[in-house]
């Protein structure tokens, strides 16, 4: 028995000992759920931000709040070009009621693809000019962001109100709600990197 146990042993420290890979992976996690702990959706950040977190590359916070708005955008812009699909596929159809629903959401889907875009060229002026500047970029990306989430809210209940098939309205949905959600993440971690910002410069809030 207890030379079972001794082999036992032996053999897991050596598969540990040759697979460095999986504690850097577990801690390339913990990074980034440290990280996300201020979002909503906490696993959607998590599989958002992974992806750019290695045992070498442990992005700071600015970094990671910029990946996320420009994944959101990206996003964004893949929702809006299928939201248009469907509305010129309802109006080759002629089916008024439809193309009238998914034509109103895309107005709403494309100001928020242009409030988002905005956010992304502000975040990048962010420090170039000055800290004098910081709280003017803060505030510029924090109000798009947020015109943005009302944009895409505005989008999904226009696609509830009215009566739009099944197929193209769950599509829809998902899309544009995964994009509200994605926002919501972006804009936590903005506010959590330019809080600490702030506080490591005594920078006065906006």
């Known amino acids: 028995m207890a030379h079972t146990f001794l082999y036992v042993l032996t053999l ?12 850097c992976a577990s801690r390339a996690r913990a990074y980034v759920e440290h990280q ?6 906490k ?8 992806p750019f977190v290695s045992k070498t590359n442990a ?5 990671l709040a910029r990946i996320s708005l420009t994944s ?7 929702t809006k070009a299928y939201v248009n699909m469907v509305a010129t596929r309802f109006t080759k159809t002629k089916n008024a009621r439809y193309q009238e629903a998914v034509t109103d959401c895309l107005s709403q889907i494309n100001d928020g693809v242009n409030q988002i875009t905005q956010s992304v060229k502000e975040q990048q002026k962010m420090g170039k000019d000055g800290e004098k500047n910081f709280s003017w970029h ?13 944009d895409v809210t ?3 209940d226009m696609i509830s109100d009215k009566a739009i098939g099944g197929k193209e309205k769950g599509m ?27 506080g490591s410069r005594r920078i006065r809030t906006p």
């Open 154 to 156: 505005t989008c999904l």
């Open 138 to 150: 803060e505030s510029n990306v924090q109000t798009w962001v947020s015109a943005a989430l009302t």
């Open 36 to 41: 996300c702990r201020p979002t909503l959706y």
């Open 12 to 23: 897991s420290l050596t598969i540990f000992t040759l697979n460095p890979t999986v504690e």
């Open 72 to 78: 959101c955008l990206l996003k964004a812009r893949l």
């Open 172 to 198: 829809i949905k998902a899309r544009v709600l995964n994009v509200k959600h994605l926002a919501s993440n972006a804009l936590a971690l903005f506010n959590r990197f330019t809080t600490r910002h702030r």
């Open 59 to 63: 992005p700071a916070p600015e970094q």
């Open 43 to 50: 696993e959607l950040c998590v599989r958002t931000l992974l």
